[in-house]
Each structure stands twice: as C-alpha cells, then as structure tokens.
C-alpha cells in the first residue's frame, strides 16, 4: 500500500506490528535494523508508554549482524536492535543471531515466527541475504557486496566489517506474516524491481510474495509507471 510520507508508514506499520501482538501476546517478531523501521518503532514505543500495547512478552528475533564485532562496539546490530526496539518498547525475550548453525531450530523451538519486519536494502537484500540469492537460502554467513558496505558506511565512522550472519531467505519467508517499509526516493528504483511480476535471485527480496506479505511505502518511493 502506498502512503503520503515516512510518517504515514510509520504509522501504519505500527499498527500492523501492534495489530499481531495484541492477537498474539508472545508472538515472535523478526526484527530489522536499518533507518527505515526506526519511526515504526518509535511510534510503537509511544502506544507502549501509553498502555496501548504490551511488547513485554513477546519475543525479538534478530535478523542480521555483522561477524567479529565486540558486544559493545558501536557498529554492533544487536545493540542498534536494543536501542530502538527492545528496550523502548520494554521487550524482554529476544532471541541473537549468534549461531547461524543452531538459529532455524531456535526458531523452530518456539513455534516459528509470526512477522518478520523488514527493510529493502538498496541491492533487493533483505537482512543481509545479498544478490544472488534464491528462495532456499538458509541462516549463514555471508560476504558484503561492494553495495552493502557502501550503503552501511552512512550508519558510522568506522569501516563496515566485511562479513556477517543473517537469517536466511527460507527464514524470512517462513514467518506467518511480512510487513516491507520503503520510503524514500532512493528507494524506488529498487521497488519497482522488487515489485516485478518474476521473482529472481538478483533482486532477494522479490522472493516475497502472496498474500501473507504487505509492503507499505510512502509517496516518494512509489514506482512510476
Ligand atoms: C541494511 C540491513 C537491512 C536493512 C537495509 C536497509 O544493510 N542489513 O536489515 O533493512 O540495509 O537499510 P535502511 O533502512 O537504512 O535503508
């Protein structure tokens, strides 16, 4: 669904990600780093401060991380996740991505995921599943594409770590629901490819599809015709 701005998809996603939790208390959410979901989240930790909604049982999944980074290092994606999602919105169960060879069961433990919250990276990653990438692609570790890291550098002053985890493709797709934020028009072009009738591995993302999945993006990020 195409809505006026960023603060418009913040909105509505919100109410989507707030809409699965009040149906499911313990649902367990994959969550997105990144610029885009953060209004999101922030909309949601307000509704959570005004009772609106009890993030306090559900479960945070992480979605990707870079490899060989301290705890506490500035670039870590966890403390990013902590900083806009867990601790804002008082979750308290989250699951790391710290074992890409034991993730899947995890998630499997606790009955799989009910919503993966995405972003659109600007090759069609989702996570850090970089193109070429096909539909079965498992948790695992992966090398950056020139693109990523470029993109990345934006977050801060230290060099991108080359590698890292993310949960994979089949991961992603198995979640019960997909909620896609994009805004912006330097996401459009991307958009458009992604939103492309065929799927294909140069473009992950466009894996989504059906109607489990809803992609909400704002007027700039709209493909034109
Ligand atoms: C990053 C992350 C993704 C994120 C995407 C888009 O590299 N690995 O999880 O969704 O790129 O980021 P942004 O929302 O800042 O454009």
């Known amino acids: 669904m195409v809505v006026k ?6 909105r509505v996603a919100a109410d989507i990600i707030a809409r699965i939790v009040r149906d499911k208390p313990t649902a367990a959410l994959l969550v997105a780093t990144g610029n885009t979901p953060l209004p999101a989240y922030a909309e949601l930790a307000r509704r959570a401060e005004n009772g609106e909604v009890d993030f306090s049982r559900v479960l ?5 991380e870079y490899v060989g980074l301290e705890e506490d290092d500035p670039r870590s994606l966890w403390r990013w996740t ?7 919105l008082g979750v308290t169960r989250t699951l790391r991505l710290v074992d890409v060879t034991t993730f899947d069961d ?10 993966a919250v995405l972003g659109l990276g600007p090759n069609g990653h989702l996570g850090f599943n970089e193109p070429p990438c096909d539909e079965h692609a498992k948790t695992r570790e992966v090398d950056l594409t020139p693109e990523s890291l470029v993109s990345n550098a934006r977050y801060f002053d230290l060099p991108v770590p080359t590698r890292a985890r ?18 912006g028009a330097h996401k459009r072009r991307i958009l458009a490819r992604t939103l492309d009738e065929v799927s294909s591995r140069d ?8 109607e489990d999945t809803t992609v909400v993006a704002d007027e700039e990020a709209r493909p034109r015709d």
């Open 106 to 115: 995890d998630i499997a433990k606790v009955g799989g995921l009910d919503l």
């Open 166 to 183: 993310t949960a994979g493709m089949t991961t992603i797709l198995s979640a019960r629901e997909k909620l896609l934020i994009v805004t």
């Open 5 to 10: 701005d960023a603060l418009e998809a913040a």
């Open 203 to 210: 473009v992950p993302a466009s894996w989504l599809r059906g």
């Open 82 to 88: 902590r900083r806009s999602f867990v601790d804002p």
């Open 60 to 64: 945070a999944v992480q979605l990707d």
